[in-house]
């Protein structure tokens, strides 16, 4: 009986150290993920922005030159 037990002692120690090496893991993961998002999130605001007017100013922005 107690070979039985010190067996099932034995495998809730290993779950144990697998699923916090695995809790570890996911946690690493989702910051990463949340490090890549706001990267994503910058990159589109530039694309964006760089594809805004292509340099074009609006009629009434455009004012004539000060020799005019």
Not at 44 to 56: M, T, V, W, Y
């Amino acid at each position: 009986m107690t070979d039985k037990i010190q067996n099932l002692e034995e495998a809730v120690a290993f779950m144990q150290s697998e699923i916090t090496q695995l809790s570890d893991e996911l946690y690493s993961q989702q910051k990463e993920m949340a490090e890549l998002r706001l990267e994503i999130a910058k990159l589109s605001a530039k694309l964006q922005a760089a594809q805004g007017d292509g340099g074009i100013l609006n009629p009434m922005d455009d004012t004539p030159p000060p020799h005019y």
